[in-house]
């Protein structure tokens, strides 16, 4: 393959263009990508004690030198990559640069408004599936089709990507992180919608802080609920054991004697 002339030049992040002009899609994008950050989390801080990770929202990665810079960056709606500063040298990332930071994204995922044919794109330099595939090289690559209610997991084995299967909870496995990729039908951020989302590899769903914090709640309710109960049969035992202490009185018996003997 020959590869295109490029500049000399190494431009960092703070650099190069961090945004192209362009709108958001439709009002579920960003809402998508807080949903699947909020609630993976924990897990990546679980794996990551020393807090060495990125995740990218609706951010560039940068793969060649171009004349025009944002020609060699692709838009990605969310991916995550691991053993990396969050910031790089106090500065908050602009984008994701591949020649200065020589670490892949272990997951990429597009959210398609389309027909997805622009992420399945094959076309050498130009086409989205062959950069993904090829240079750029994430380990895991989704393609989400809200419309569809649909996704499409790859993963690079042997550097080409594979379409992987879903198990038997149509859900797909990404082993490094033991969580599952799948479809929730649900409301969130008050839009009733099909949403991707993250389950634990017991087929858990990966819960966000909100969510989190109303199970907490709702735990300490039932809790609350189960001491009150508990408490009005105290109540009612001690109620009934003095209607009896009074019933022997009333007989003349001391109730506090015992009879036995």
């Not at 990332?93 to 622009?118: D, T």
């Not at 989704?142 to 909870?169: C, F, P, T």
Request: charged share 30%.
């Amino acid at each position: 393959m020959t590869f295109p002339k490029i500049s000399t030049s190494l431009p960092d992040h703070t650099q190069l263009p961090c945004e192209d002009g362009t709108f958001v899609k439709n009002f579920q994008e960003h809402p998508q990508s807080i949903l699947l950050t909020d609630s993976i989390l924990p897990i990546l801080n679980r794996r990551h004690p020393d807090g060495q990770y990125c995740i990218g929202q609706d951010s560039g990665i940068y793969w060649r030198i171009t004349d025009s810079a944002l020609n060699g960056a692709e838009a990605h709606d969310w991916f995550y990559v691991p053993n990396v500063p969050p910031d790089l040298d106090g500065q908050i990332r602009r984008s994701y640069v591949l020649w200065q930071e020589q670490v892949s994204p272990q997951i990429v995922l597009e959210f398609v408004s389309g027909n997805g044919s622009e992420e399945r794109d094959k076309t050498p330099w130009e086409g989205k599936f062959w950069i993904y595939e090829t240079i750029i090289q994430p380990t895991y690559y989704g393609i989400y089709e809200v419309q569809r209610e649909r996704v499409e997991v790859y993963r690079l084995l042997e550097n080409r990507y594979q379409l992987m299967s879903a198990n038997e909870r149509e859900h797909f496995a990404i082993e490094e992180l033991g969580v599952e990729l799948g479809i929730w039908q649900g409301r969130y951020q008050n839009m009733e919608l099909p949403w991707l989302r993250w389950w634990d590899s017991q087929g858990n769903l990966l819960l966000t802080g909100e969510e989190r914090a109303e199970q907490e709640r709702q735990e300490k309710e039932r809790e609350r609920e189960r001491a009150e109960r508990e408490q009005q049969r105290s109540d009612r035992a001690e109620s009934e054991l003095q209607a009896l202490r009074d019933r022997l009185r009333a007989m003349n018996i001391d109730p506090n004697v015992n009879n036995d003997d």
